[in-house]
């Protein structure tokens, strides 16, 4: 079988059948990295013993038990899920030796389903970047063009599974980070509504936005694993008890009786040419499909990146502060610990341990939460934010889906933005709206550019809606011109 192009089912099915062994299956992506990853460096770190876990599936397979819903499908973990005995860095020096004593709670359930874990995947450090240009591990290249960015901070997960280096990737999302390197490595990319996924072992950034979400190359991959990892859990408190549905019982080639929205705010100037095509293309191929555009406003969409961005930085400083080089974690060395007092070992430690983007983060969220400026910044961003997610449920009861663009641009040159801080956050002007409103968000490959670079185009749904969402993706991505596109590596 073609184990490059096959899906989940067809993987698992083969294993079950044993018409192709775990073992087989996992040494084929294992080898893949091996040959291909050095050009790429989409992985940090690879589980020495995952040839071990798929023979456990093959056992249970000789022994006539369920090896579960994806048994023997090969996953590529981003680095900021914690993985019992296996590094989990976070991208960062300061996580540099650091080996989780459990896993977190969407590691668990994929492994109880059957997956190996192949290894971990490269990320910018803390999730703070959209370029994955930040990583303590070095820069992660696209597989379509090594001379650019594959997006980030989920460049490693999708630049792996972009190249086919693994069946499926975990990413983490705080305010684009599936969906955005998603679109810039062609692959599909979800991220749910807040709460839909458990953050219980997931490294914080900004713990109000996080979601961990499927990366994958088809609509049906990427629902069969939300019925996976989605779902009440006793270790976090903001996760739902709303039931998951069968996603993939439930997916449909039409559009008939579907109100697609058009939010006038995204449809702007600041486009690029192919991005712009690609999202009309998109519309038409819904209509033809049987659905129905509408245009809708969400006002404050406009104000999104300044919001998200005080935000995220704030609760990125408290979370960040539990990193002193105490308990774990890297420690700087001092010839003389009796001489120097806590502040000089804190502020050496996190000098060294911290890259530039992250101490940014760090002045900018402490800055914000400080006295004097508390209300005036975080809580008023807190307030607005508020209102962004009343403005998009009005938009709701006139839609089902949003259907907009990812990102103004295709995927650019790698060291282009790196400088310029301010160019690289409006590089998320399209998706932190869906992360301040705790919404589902998905990227479907649907166009490419002149350049020969992927574009996707987001679709966005109200609350605990990922169904409307998983339908409207899968319907355009059977029409889809770029349907099964794979770069050469």
């Known amino acids: 079988m073609d184990l490059i192009k096959s899906s989940f089912s067809e993987i698992k099915n083969a294993i079950k059948e044993k018409k192709i062994s775990a073992k087989e299956v996992t040494q084929f992506f294992l080898s893949r990295i091996q040959s291909h990853d050095k050009k790429i460096n989409s992985f940090i770190t690879i589980n020495d013993k995952a040839l071990d876990e798929a023979n456990v599936i093959d056992q249970k397979i000789s022994r006539g038990e369920d090896a579960g819903l994806l048994g023997g499908v090969p996953f590529g973990i981003k680095d900021m899920l914690c993985t019992r005995g296996l590094r989990t860095t976070a991208g960062s020096k300061i996580l540099n030796n650091f080996i989780p004593p459990y896993d977190a709670t969407v590691v668990e359930r994929l492994k109880k389903s059957g997956v190996v874990v192949l290894g971990k995947t490269n990320q910018d450090e803390f999730a703070m970047g959209s370029s994955n240009e930040t990583s303590f591990y070095g820069v ?19 630049a792996a599974q972009s190249a086919r280096f693994t069946a499926g990737t975990i990413g983490t ?27 219980y072992g997931i490294v914080a950034y900004a713990s109000s936005l996080d979601q961990a979400g499927p990366m994958v190359s088809s609509v049906e991959d990427a629902a069969l694993t939300l019925e996976v990892i989605c779902g009440k859990d006793e270790k976090d408190a903001t996760t739902s ?89 890297h420690r700087s060395e001092f010839k003389d610990l009796s001489s120097i007092d806590l502040d000089q070992f804190y502020s050496k430690t996190r000098g060294q341990g911290f890259g530039s983007e992250v101490q940014r983060r760090i002045m900018l969220g402490t800055y914000c939460l400080s006295a004097g400026y508390y209300e005036a910044y975080y809580n008023k961003a807190c307030q607005v934010r508020r209102l962004l997610k009343n403005q998009y449920e009005d938009a709701f009861k006139k839609c089902d889906v949003i259907l907009s663009a990812v990102t103004t641009h295709p995927a650019f040159k790698i060291g282009d933005r790196i400088s310029d801080p301010l160019a690289m956050y409006l590089n998320d002007i399209f998706t932190v709206s869906t992360n301040l409103a705790g919404l589902p968000g998905l990227s479907l490959p649907f166009g490419k550019a002149h350049s020969g670079l992927p574009i996707g185009v987001q679709l966005t749904a109200g609350p605990f809606e990922e169904q409307k969402m998983l339908d409207v993706a899968y319907a355009l991505e059977n029409v889809s011109s770029v349907k099964g596109a794979l770069p050469n590596v």
């Open 173 to 199: 999302d705080t305010g684009g980070s599936i969906r955005q390197p998603a679109s810039f490595c062609g692959i599909v990319g979800v991220k749910p509504t807040y709460g839909r996924v458990s953050r």
């Open 241 to 329: 008890s709303k039931t998951v549905p069968a996603f993939t019982k439930n997916l449909r080639k039409d559009l008939k009786g579907f109100r697609i929205g058009v939010m006038k705010e995204f449809m702007s100037d600041a486009l690029d040419k192919d991005v712009q095509l690609t999202v009309e293309q998109a519309l038409d191929a819904a209509k033809k499909l049987g659905a129905e555009i509408i245009e809708v406003s969400v006002p404050l969409t406009s104000q999104a990146v300044p919001m998200y961005y005080l935000v995220a930085a704030s609760e990125a400083s408290s979370n960040l502060a539990r990193y002193d080089g105490v308990k774990y974690g």
């Open 140 to 158: 992660v290249k696209n597989p379509w063009n090594l001379e650019c960015v594959p997006g980030g901070s989920s460049g490693g997960s999708a």
